[in-house]
């Protein structure tokens, strides 16, 4: 099937350590587990929609090396397409290190600079994007997307970015789909109540804006005037790594589901909780069954509508 979601952005290779604590400097810790895994955020998006049944592919480069081929041969076996991923000579694939904090839940990530994708005139990436519904950039992605819409058709694809990450120069103005963390609009609006935050980023040109908590869940708004939100969905952590980009991944699965935007939100919340009992990023991603199962065992004990921050 044609991939309905396409995700252009990072493609790396995680090396993972769990530790009873983050080490001081220059101490020797022996980690609880030490795991090797698949991650970016536009590529974890995409084995995500992938996992909940939405057929999806990754633009993005990796470079002529065993990261490479590692990571394009993992995101195959999840069923993404990767055909429109270009394998750049003589450049090193994207690579993390990442120390996960076992008493916390938190993590420490240091990476490798990651080549940046392109999406040529004409090829497989092109025609990935030209017959996609939606189109998912994160931080790294983005300018890939701005300079394709400078030439895309009037029919366009919808268009979301993963904005948790600082993206230079950006502006929501065209966007469909707004996707920062509450702290984020923090940092582009000033320190404002959340539905001031929100009623910003839709006066920027954002058509709808979700704004991730963590373990609190979403809160939403459109360019019609609707406000929303939905609590976090409860599970026990062993790692939040990755959860946000699963989150983005969710969202769009949802949308082509066809659920409507507060069922959205209940949607991806659930998945990105579900994903946090893996140490990586990809490992616990669950089936569009899994969240539908656990969407039933767990009905909102809070109203779902509220402009509440």
Known sequence: MAPRVVCIGSVTLDAIALVDRFPHPDERQVAQEV??????????????????????????????????????????????????????AGEPSGASVVIVDASRGTRAICTRPVPRPAVPAHGPAAELVAGASWVHADHLGWAAVQEWL????????????????????????GVDLYAPTVEQLVRRYGDRPVPDLLAAAIAEGARTVVATRGGDGAVAATADGAHLCAPGHRVEVRSTLGAGDVFHGALLAAHVHGLPLQECLRYANAAAALSCRGLDGRSAIPTHEDVLAALAADAPSVPSRSEES
């Open 35 to 88: 795991r090797y895994a698949g991650g970016g955020p536009a590529a974890t998006a995409a084995v995500a929609a992938a996992r909940l049944g939405v057929p999806s592919a990754l633009v993005g480069t990796v470079g002529d090396d065993p990261e490479g081929e590692q990571v394009l041969a993992a995101l195959r076996a999840e069923g993404v397409d990767v055909s429109g991923v270009e394998v750049r």
């Open 150 to 173: 400078r030439t895309a058709p009037a029919a366009r694809p919808r268009i979301s970015v993963d904005a948790g990450n600082p993206i230079p120069g950006f502006r929501p103005a």
